[in-house]
Structure formats: structure tokens, C-alpha cells
């Protein structure tokens, strides 16, 4: 099995079960060794009272790509620690585009980037995560 097909593998079993990622209207667009792509529009549900989109939501969404960047090998992996800065406010309609990539894997611990930005490219947050696998793995090899 090659690494992308790896990938592919574990995205779809994770997939499967991560009914939190499906519920806030996320999709998978690009899977492969230690990055992930996961898109979604912002809806109305998913804007605060100053009428943009909720920081959490933002924080959800690179923190799904992270998700299936960092167990893109099939190892179960979690978050260990995360850190976001946002630099702009997603807006109901705009297209979110969370593009995370491993920086380092060394043992059990990794490194992951994820950059946000929307359909014309704009920044909207930068995300770093810290994994850390554990036990066990998304499908049998």
C-alpha cells in the first residue's frame, strides 16, 4: 500500500465515525501522507453576534484537518496541545480552506501547520498542533 492510499484509508475510516466534522458541514478535499485539506461554507448557524463566523468554528475546522493530517499513517493519534491565531473573520458564505501539513514527526510526538483562509485566498487563522499517538490503529493492516 502506498503512503497516499494509506491515507486515504485512514481519512475514510476516521471519516466515517467523525460525525462532529459532518455535522458542521465540513469536507474532506485533499488526504495524503501528513497533510490534509477539509473545507466548508459558513452558514448563518455558524456566526457569533458581531455577525461573522465563531472562532470555534474556525478552531474546529483546522483542528479537523489537523485530525487527519496527524493520523494520515494509521496510527491513532490525538491532540496533545493547540494554539490559534486568528487574523481576519470568516463571513456567512465565504468558502474556509484549513490546509494542514506535518512540520515534524519524532517517536510518538508530531508537529502540525494548518493555515485558514477563504475563497480568495485571504488569511483568516494560522493553527499549530501538537499530537501525540497513542494505542491502536483506524483500520487493521
Known amino acids: ?19 462532529a466534522s459532518k455535522w458542521a458541514g465540513m469536507e474532506i478535499t485533499h488526504i495524503d501522507e501528513g ?9 448563518p448557524h455558524h456566526c457569533n453576534g ?11 475546522l483546522a483542528d479537523s484537518a489537523f485530525a ?6 494509521n496510527q491513532s493519534t490525538v491532540a496533545q496541545h493547540n494554539v490559534i491565531s486568528f487574523t481576519a473573520p470568516g463571513r456567512t458564505g465565504d468558502r474556509l480552506i484549513a490546509k494542514a501539513r506535518e512540520v ?13 483562509t477563504n475563497q480568495n485566498d485571504d488569511l483568516i487563522a494560522e493553527f499549530r498542533g501538537m499530537s501525540r499517538a497513542i494505542k491502536g490503529q483506524l483500520f487493521e493492516e
Not at 3 to 10: C, D, G, L, V
Not at 50 to 60: E, K, L, N, Q
Open 1 to 19: 500500500m502506498t503512503p497516499k492510499e494509506r491515507a486515504e484509508k485512514a481519512s475514510a475510516a476516521m471519516w466515517r465515525d467523525d460525525n
Open 68 to 73: 487527519f493530517a496527524c493520523n494520515s499513517r
Open 50 to 60: 458581531h455577525g461573522i463566523c465563531h472562532g470555534g468554528v474556525t478552531f474546529m
Open 104 to 116: 515534524s514527526l519524532t517517536g510518538r510526538s508530531g508537529i502540525y501547520d494548518v493555515t485558514v
Open 35 to 43: 497533510i490534509a485539506t477539509l473545507e466548508m461554507t459558513v452558514e
